[in-house]
């Protein structure tokens, strides 16, 4: 599929939505791969959702397909990520 190479040859888009599956849960966050891709990102704690998240657990699983939001690249060049950007498309 076109769509997926190019998301394999140039990455994510900022701003767009893709369908990801959670890797592993930390109490900061939870580390998503974008299907279909070798792309990694971070849903920080307060992209969960609205309100306080005390423990990540609490909404997320791994292996949970998710749908998340491209924020931005942080200083790292590491995808920053967002659960509850996406729901509002």
Known sequence: CKAEIEL??????????????VVSLKPYGAFVD?????ISGLV???EIQDGRVEKVEDF???NDIVTVKVLGKDDQGKYKLS???AKWI
């Open 8 to 21: 394999s040859l140039n990455g994510p888009t900022i701003n767009e939505c893709y369908q990801a599956i």
């Open 34 to 38: 974008i299907l279909n891709s070798q």
């Open 44 to 46: 920080h704690v307060s």
């Open 60 to 62: 997320l699983k791994e």
């Open 83 to 85: 659960i509850k950007a």
